[in-house]
DNA sequence: GCGATTTGGTTGAGCGTTCAACCATTCCGG
DNA sequence: CCGGAATGGTTGAACGCTCAACCAAATCGC
């Protein structure tokens, strides 16, 4: 059975390629610079962020891939990885044993205050002082609607 | 000498994370699919692409490089990649002897042939069809923006 | 012209992600 | 209860990307 593909117009194309090209440029940039002035990949500040936010500065490896939005293997290799750093620490759980618990370490936690300013710097240079207020909000609205698109199927 | 951080304010934290979530979820799914269904990843995708735009489906590395969006290095790695696979293949330059010219094979652009229809349907279904015109509008106006900010400076 | 710089491109090591397979524990239906 | 399914998490191999080092050819400055 053949169904008719629903090609992209010209604008379309314009608007993907766009976006592409942006999302790219951005998250490669914000990328570099974190791993040149910080060490750290930008998936991993992300874990290290999510972790000092939330009390006991502690939470499941299951909770912790859903805000962050990676799968189990990748949160457990990414875990591993900031253990031997010693900027992450792993915790049996105690009421279900099959959990593990990652926990933020000092260490782990200065090395975040200390990429802090420069990343967020870095997210205003690139993104925020580029666009108008307007465009911010029209930002927002459109990255909830299509998170919710994209999670909810 | 201590600058201080602009942080960024409540909102504009729901703005960045929605952003992050969203572009990091749309690309994660077309690139899943495109790698299911057409073994491929969507960087190699945008390669033939490029190619098969182009008279003669030939272009520099260099040139090629630009178009894509990435290093050079990345680029010579995937071509060597695409060319065992058959896809693409090298050519001497005939006006630059440093230089060195991809070019989309046959098998090449049937790959993209067969590719390009399941993944324009996953561009239209995660992203498209998500939004309205206006928010299309808005998204390739705010892309432009951030491409031009970011390779501006 | 000739040495120094720039440009075009490749290479290999190190690292992060993916995928599939896997183990242990918990939950659920009968 | 008990057997099967679902859940939580890990592992290792394959692969793509990054970075720095590198080579060859072209270009620039004097």
């Known amino acids: 059975m053949t169904v008719m593909t629903r090609w992209l117009d010209h ?4 608007t993907w390629r766009a976006f592409l090209a942006a999302s790219r440029a951005l998250t490669d940039t914000l990328d570099r610079e974190l791993q040149r002035d910080a060490g750290m990949p930008h ?3 992300e874990i290290l962020v999510r972790l000092s936010e939330v009390p006991g500065r502690r939470l499941r490896m299951s909770e912790l891939a859903d805000l962050t939005g990676s799968s189990r293997s990748r949160l457990s290799h990414a875990v591993a990885r900031l253990e031997t750093v010693g900027w992450v620490r792993r915790e049996e759980c ?4 099959r959990g593990q618990i990652a926990v933020l370490t000092e260490a782990g936690f200065a090395a975040l205050a200390a990429a802090a300013p420069g990343h967020v710097e870095g997210v205003r240079r690139h993104l925020f002082d580029a666009l108008s207020p307007a465009q911010v909000d029209q930002l927002r609205r459109i990255s909830e609607t299509l998170v919710a698109h994209l999670t909810g199927s």
Request: aromatic fraction near 18%; avoid cysteine.
């Open 43 to 45: 998936a991993y500040y």
């Open 11 to 14: 604008d379309e194309q314009q």
């Open 94 to 97: 105690p009421t279900d044993r």
